[in-house]
């Protein structure tokens, strides 16, 4: 019984909790790996010999190496992780191993394995013209899930035949299980000759995956492409990459003119669904491609489908900026997309005759194209629709534009205005022919000038549609309207707190927006509402440092003072008061108090009576009879008894009064 409670303890750290290993370029495999000075020395040693919940950090140096998983994380216990050690790059380089074992060679392979990391890495220099040999940076395939490539570099991966090469490739060849759960982020793709193939792809049973804030330039293909129907899984309803989203990508410098496969034929797309279905791909920016984006099947009778192309910046592009249909009448056809609110700028760069800013090819059907700016170079042409198939697709609200004569083709059809379009056509009622007013579209800087003619005139066709959020990231709609474009004008949020700058009247001051409640006197427009006053709350015309009640526009300086009701209207300090007292039945009014030059006396009736002034010391100051006003003016400020006496009955009154303010 001891030596099992023993084994079992022993067992433990093993079994029940996660290790981390690291490798070195200087380390053995003989070692135990668990420290940096008692490293591993090859990163396959450490792929072997992990569990799930386990980390392998690598160290800074070159491994020449093809790194292959043969384990897998779980759910419970966590992902097998292969990562950079601190801040170090580590390269694994490829140089000299493309006679690897297999047909799909890579310099790091996931094939049916689950729940891995990996980041941090450079790849690089996996070249061949073994026509046998199909090299990729990263390789996934079979039925793998929850797998995460995060944050490396991929270049020089290169195939000199005419065959094919990947930067990155998710291949899902499994008909009993896909591949899902894929995460690809802020990775650089980059210096690669792929001969026929592309530089990041999702191909076959593929699903539920994100491909977000990547890089891809400088390659000789297609930058990010999403398959279906090439025969990559054998089932063929799976046989397509499918409900994803493509964020955030910037792919530029994609051109297949140099690359042999292509004969000099520019054709490779900056983003590029070849027969997938539901996917997101949006607020990408994409220039200098032969061309942007492009929804189509090569396969014939095939469809790609649903696919949502909104907030994205498409720029500069050779020869179109974005592309739908199949490019033959031999290929399948694009159903149900939706092309909403994109910029689109300067493309067909090559003028070489069918380029244009939107090219819609063979059997295109029930698609949406709106809210979109189209804005060609001097004579470009902003539609090429140069074929009559398809139907029910629905143009409308976009804005076009160019500086030279104005070529749109609709079912074959040519026509040299905007207008001649629309009446041809009945498509576009409520687009335009404008200049949208970029910022400043030949720096790349396709956002709208604060007069754009774009600003609050797109259709609002949800949040579904349209998503939340535009090309910046920031709010797709201010108030209740949309901009056209890719950009809403006035949408950042600076300070962050919950209202566009278009909304808010200080964008640098969370404290300050329309939510919060005015604050009166302090100089600040809090809840950035013009009609709740921050001073002269009253709206009497007088400020609160000259009006004593600032909430009462009846009581101001220039207001009626009214007597004896115990409130000062003229601001003057104090209030007019009449005093009325009853004596020997008649009623005695005596005014104002405080006096300052007269004190008036007024009697509802005849009466024989006297009137003294005194000190509040007694002293008697001035005195007479039947006077009914007495002249105060010499008399020196201050507070006195007024006595007024009925001369017949003896009766008297005594009020006190102030002379003087």
Same mark, same amino acid.
């Given at each position: ?178 591949? #899902? ?8 793709? #980059? ?107 090569e396969r014939s009778g095939k469809t790609t489908s649903e696919i949502s192309v909104r907030n994205n910046f498409v720029y500069n592009c050779h020869i ?24 689109? #700028? ?53 804005? #076009? ?5 104005v070529e749109f083709s609709w079912a074959d059809n040519y026509y040299s205005s905007f207008a001649s379009l629309q009446t041809a056509t009945g498509q ?208 020196t400020q201050g507070t006195y008894l007024l006595e007024i006496k009925d001369l017949k009955t003896s009766q008297t009154v005594v009020k006190k009064i102030?002379?003087?303010?």
């Amino acid at each position: 019984m001891k030596r099992f409670i023993i084994i079992v303890a022993f067992f433990l750290p093993y079994c029940l909790f996660s290790a981390t290993y690291y490798v070195s370029t200087s380390g053995s495999n003989s070692n135990s790996g668990l420290n940096t000075s008692d490293a591993w020395l090859t990163i396959q040693h450490a792929v072997n010999n992990v569990n799930a919940g386990d980390e392998i950090q690598v160290l800074a140096g070159v491994y020449n190496e093809l790194v292959e998983f043969q384990n897998s994380g779980n759910s419970s216990q966590g992902n097998i992780v292969l990562k950079n050690y601190a801040s170090d790059q580590p390269i694994i380089d490829g140089t000299g191993l493309d006679s690897s074992p297999g047909f799909e060679i890579g310099i790091i392979k996931i094939e049916n394995q689950n729940y891995i990391e990996i980041s941090g890495f450079e790849l690089r220099n996996l070249i061949t013209s073994n026509t046998s040999k199909f090299p990729s940076g990263i390789w996934i395939l079979g039925d793998a899930h929850d797998i995460n490539i995060n944050n490396n570099k991929i270049h020089d991966i290169v195939h000199n035949a005419d065959e094919g090469a990947h930067g990155l490739a998710v291949y899902g060849t499994n008909s009993t299980g896909a591949i #899902y759960n894929i995460s690809i982020t802020e990775n650089e793709i #980059y210096d690669c000759i792929l001969a026929n193939s592309e530089s990041l792809v999702l191909n076959g049973n593929v699903k539920d995956f994100e491909v977000n804030y990547n890089i891809v330039h400088h390659n000789n293909n297609i930058g990010i492409d999403f398959i279906g129907h090439e025969g990559t899984c054998p089932d063929p309803l799976l046989d397509q990459a499918r409900d994803g989203v493509c964020i955030g990508n910037l792919v530029y410098e994609i051109d297949s003119r140099n690359n042999p496969s292509y004969e000099g034929e520019a054709s490779a797309d900056g983003i590029y669904v070849d027969g997938g279905k539901n996917i997101l791909i949006e607020q990408n920016e994409i220039h200098n491609a032969n061309i942007g984006i492009e929804l189509a099947s090569e396969r014939s009778g095939k469809t790609t489908s649903e696919i949502s192309v909104r907030n994205n910046f498409v720029y500069n592009c050779h020869i179109v900026g974005i592309a739908i249909g199949g490019y033959d009448d031999m290929r399948g056809e694009t159903r149900g997309c939706r092309i909403v609110n994109n910029t689109f #700028y300067g493309n067909d760069t090559d003028d070489i005759g069918w380029g244009s800013e939107l090219l819609m090819q063979y059997y295109c059907y029930d698609n949406l194209v709106k809210n979109n700016v189209f804005h060609a170079k001097n004579n470009g042409v902003l539609i090429a629709y140069w074929n009559n198939t398809g139907s029910n697709n629905d143009f409308d609200n976009n804005m #076009y534009y160019n500086t030279g004569s104005v070529e749109f083709s609709w079912a074959d059809n040519y026509y040299s205005s905007f207008a001649s379009l629309q009446t041809a056509t009945g498509q576009e009622a409520s687009g335009s022919f404008q200049s949208p007013l970029f910022v400043d579209p030949n720096d790349g800087n396709l956002r709208l000038s604060s007069n754009s003619p774009c600003i609050d005139e797109g259709i609002n066709l949800g949040a579904s549609a349209v998503g939340t959020q535009d090309f910046d990231g920031n709010f797709r709609i201010v108030g209740n309207d949309i901009d056209i474009g890719a950009n809403e004008w006035g949408a950042e949020d600076i300070d962050q707190d919950g209202f566009p700058l278009a909304e808010d009247c200080d964008d640098n001051n969370p404290n300050i927006n329309p939510n919060q409640t005015e604050e009166p006197y302090n100089g600040i427009d809090d809840d950035c509402d013009s009609t709740t006053f921050d001073d002269d709350l009253d709206q009497d015309g007088f400020l609160l440092a000259d009006d004593c009640d600032d909430n009462n526009s009846d009581i101001n300086p220039e207001a009626e003072e009214i007597a004896n009701n115990g409130i000062d209207e003229d601001c003057d300090g104090m209030d007019l008061t009449t005093s009325i007292y009853e004596l020997s039945n008649y009623k005695i009014r005596i005014f104002p108090n405080p006096a300052i030059d007269l004190i008036n006396i007024e009697i509802n009736g005849k009466i024989n009576f006297q009137t003294s002034l005194f000190d509040m010391n007694g002293k008697l100051i001035t005195t007479s009879n039947n006077m009914k006003s007495i002249k105060i003016n010499s008399i020196t400020q201050g507070t006195y008894l007024l006595e007024i006496k009925d001369l017949k009955t003896s009766q008297t009154v005594v009020k006190k009064i102030i002379l003087g303010n």
